[in-house]
């Protein structure tokens, strides 16, 4: 079946220890995304890959960085891990970003920052 | 600014019908979508409108008015396992997707 996945599902890290996410996709999808959700909070955009090219969200912090290195993976790099980045790491495809284009998630990670 | 407003919680009975509100101010309008989202889960698609009038698919529907600026999901026949969180969420002008904070949907027996 075609899908997202993340590994891992569960991370544990201590404070200001770099951490790194990572997200496949088999749809072979033009977009991926790298969102942040907090409980009970909308899921918030870090940034997002169209190929190759990388948008960065204003508001996301220098502290966040990503790669894409071919269609399939991506990363989130996590430099210096906060308490308040404790959260879910949703990785998320989309074919491509016209209207009815709908996002597929992959299960999310777990990060928990000791 | 963008945003889009949600009840923070709605509880139904099982085997009921219940509608979950979604009103939106955006920069733009290229649609709307409704997400499913099981504690401690990915959000999964349920229903894309961007015009107007109603959707069905099953036991759900989705209404959009885009003069309101508003949307509403409807489940019908409720199912235990449809306690989840729905999430409204709004692609605007430039095809950015504003989302909602979500519903919390609790089935009571």
């Known amino acids: 079946d075609a899908m997202v996945i993340q590994n891992p599902r569960y991370q544990v890290t201590q404070f200001g220890k770099p951490v790194t996410l990572s997200c496949s996709q088999t749809?072979?999808?033009?977009?991926m995304y790298w969102y942040q959700q907090k409980s009970s909070q909308a899921p918030k955009l870090l940034f997002h890959?169209?190929?190759?090219?990388?948008?960065n969200e204003a508001d996301t912090p220098d502290n966040f960085q990503s790669r894409r290195p071919n269609t399939s993976f991506c990363f989130l790099d996590i430099r210096s891990p906060g308490l308040g980045d404790a959260a879910m790491y949703l990785c998320a495809t989309s074919r491509g970003n016209s209207g009815s284009d709908e996002q597929y998630f992959g299960p999310g990670t777990r990060l928990t920052v000791t | 600014g963008q945003n889009i407003d949600q009840p923070t919680e709605m509880t139904a009975t099982e085997g009921a019908i219940v509608q979950i509100n979604c009103t939106y101010q955006t920069s733009g309008f290229n649609g709307l979508f409704w997400y499913q989202q099981h504690a401690g889960e990915a959000p999964t698609f349920l229903s894309y409108?961007?015009l107007d009038g109603l959707e069905e698919k099953g036991r759900f529907s989705s209404f959009l008015s885009r003069s309101k600026g508003y949307s509403y999901l409807l489940l019908k026949e409720l199912q235990m396992k449809d306690s989840a969180s729905y999430l409204c969420a709004v692609k605007n002008s430039n095809y950015q997707l504003i989302w909602g904070a979500g519903t919390k949907l609790i089935i009571k027996p």
């Open positions: 409108n961007v």
């Open positions: 749809l072979n999808h033009n977009v």
């Open positions: 890959y169209y190929d190759k090219d990388f948008n």
